[in-house]
C-alpha cells in the first residue's frame, strides 16, 4: 500500500530520499527544513510542497527525519506525530534519540555517501531498519522494500558498527586519495594520472573475495628499505606521517597475525 510520507530536513540524504520515496510509488507529501530556500528547491524538483514551520507539516503515515545526529532529539520533540511512525536515518545514533513522546518510533539507515545532485540507484543501497514495536516495523519494513532490494534489520549497536565500517571504508579511503592527489599536484604533475591505478583498486577490491588477498605494495612485502625511504621523504613535507606509519604497521601485522 502507498504510504504518505513526509521528510523533515534537506541535506543530502534529504535529496535522495525524495526522489526516491516518489520512485518507489509512494506520496512525498511535503518537505521541511529551516533553511526555507533549500527545501522550497527540493520541493519544487520533486512536486511537492516546502515547510519552515514543522508544526504546519501535512498529516503523513511516516515522518522521516533526516538532520545531523545532534539535531535529531530536539526536532522530534517539536514534531506532533500522533499515532504516525517517526524514523530517523542517523546510523551514529540510537532508535531512543527520538522524543519519548512519540507513540512509534524507529530508525531507517541507508548505508550509502551522498552527495547533491548525484542520483543514485536506490534500490541496490542497503537499507537498516528497527522499531519499537510491531506495528511500527511492518510499516517501516513495507517502505524500505518499496526503495530497496537490500533491507536488513537492525539495532543501535549493529548501526553504530557499520557506520564505523563506512568510515574506513569510505571517508578514510577518500581522504588518503585526497592526500595522493595533493601529493601529486605539488610534483607539477596533473592530479588525473592516479585514476586509472584508483580505478583499479577499486575495481581489483571488490571483484576480489578477500581484498586482503590482493594486496600490494611495501608493506606486504616487508620492503624496510622502500618503508624507510618513504618515511625519511614524508619527514621533510607536511604529509602526514603518522598514518601512513599506522596503515604500514597495520598491513604488516595483518600479514603475520591474520588481525588487524
Not at 519552515?52 to 517539536?78: G, H, K, M
Not at 624507510?228 to 606521517?241: G, Q, R
Request: aromatic fraction near 6%; glycine fraction near 6%; proline fraction near 3%.
Amino acid at each position: 500500500m502507498d504510504k504518505r510520507v513526509v521528510i523533515i530536513g534537506s541535506g543530502n540524504v534529504a535529496e535522495s530520499l525524495c526522489r526516491w520515496i516518489i520512485l518507489s510509488g509512494n506520496e512525498l507529501t511535503g518537505i521541511c527544513s529551516r533553511n526555507g530556500e533549500r527545501a522550497r528547491e527540493l520541493a519544487e524538483k520533486n512536486g511537492t510542497v516546502s515547510y519552515t514551520d514543522i508544526t504546519a507539516i501535512p498529516y503523513a503515515e511516516i515522518y522521516i527525519i533526516s538532520v545531523s545526529d545532534n539535531a535529531i532529539q530536539t526536532v522530534s520533540e517539536q514534531l506532533n506525530a500522533g499515532e504516525s511512525v517517526v524514523v530517523h536515518t542517523s546510523g551514529g545514533c540510537g532508535i531512543d534519540e527520538l522524543s519519548s513522546n512519540i507513540a512509534n518510533r524507529g530508525v531507517l539507515y541507508p548505508m550509502q555517501t551522498f552527495t547533491s545532485g548525484r542520483e543514485l540507484d536506490f534500490n541496490k543501497i542497503p537499507l537498516f531498519i528497527e522499531a519499537d514495536n510491531d506495528r511500527t516495523y511492518k510499516v517501516i519494513r513495507e517502505l524500505a522494500t518499496d526503495m530497496s532490494s537490500h533491507v536488513f534489520d537492525s539495532d543501535t549497536d549493529m548501526r553504530r558498527g557499520l557506520h564505523i565500517s563506512a568510515v574506513f571504508a569510505c571517508n578514510f579511503i577518500n581522504h588518503l586519495y585526497s592526500v595522493g592527489q595533493s601529493m601529486v599536484k605539488g610534483m607539477g604533475l596533473p592530479a588525473e594520472i592516479l585514476r586509472p591505478l584508483v580505478k583499479e583498486t577499486v575495481n581489483k577490491m571488490l571483484d576480489a573475495e578477500d581484498p586482503f588477498a590482493v594486496q600490494t605494495g611495501p608493506a606486504i612485502r616487508e620492503d624496510r628499505n622502500t618503508i624507510d625511504y618513504h618515511i625519511k621523504m614524508i619527514e621533510d613535507t607536511n604529509y602526514p606521517l603518522k598514518i601512513y606509519q599506522l596503515l604500514t604497521d597495520s598491513i604488516i601485522n595483518y600479514k603475520l597475525n591474520g588481525k588487524l
